[in-house]
């Protein structure tokens, strides 16, 4: 068990009767959670070639940002649809109800650029893998996920596959 679990709060019935909801601000909330949470993604890292982070809307730029300036790397921002001031490319992907559209910038992936994607929780894999999507677009190339958390019973591993997934913390079963 990594350190950082014991400072995620699980929240039963939340936003609903039966969801036990894994509550990531209260890692951030702690200074020594925060530390260890950035401490132990980055050492997912170690021997990784890549150029850039791109983090997730918008927890992922809470984790993206200090991964980016401890490694010396640039933080691209994975956004909700309308977010972004210049050209962007944009992907949407279905929701268990609806669907939702990312964007980046357009000039913000080079083509061969190898990408760390970055966000807190992987659940189903839609939102990264949208992402994942948009910055092959682009011609970058997704060489690792990064997250926090993963919640194994909902398979976004095995949506994934085809990419390097790794999580620092897993919860199954709820």
């Not at 809470?62 to 210049?86: D, E, S, T």
Request: hydrophobic share 40%.
């Amino acid at each position: 068990m990594s350190e950082v679990e014991k400072y995620i709060k699980s929240i039963p019935d939340f936003p609903q009767p039966g969801i036990i909801f894994r509550d990531v601000t209260s890692v951030t909330e702690d200074p020594e959670g925060m530390k260890l949470a950035i401490d132990e993604m980055d050492k997912l890292l170690e021997g990784v070639d890549y150029d850039v982070i791109a983090g997730a809307e918008s927890r992922g730029f809470i984790f993206g940002a200090p991964l980016a300036y401890k490694n010396g790397k640039g933080l691209v921002l994975v956004r909700k649809k309308g977010k972004l001031p210049r050209e962007t490319v944009e992907m949407s992907y279905d929701l268990e109800y609806g669907q939702a559209t990312i964007e980046i910038h357009k000039d913000s992936i080079k083509p061969g650029e190898k990408v760390v994607l970055v966000d807190d929780l992987i659940a189903t894999g839609g939102t990264i893998e949208a992402a994942a999507k948009l910055i092959e677009s682009l011609g970058g190339i997704v060489v690792k996920m990064v997250f926090l958390i993963e919640l194994t019973d909902l398979k976004g591993r095995e949506r994934l596959s085809k990419y390097d997934v790794a999580s620092v913390v897993q919860f199954e079963g709820e």
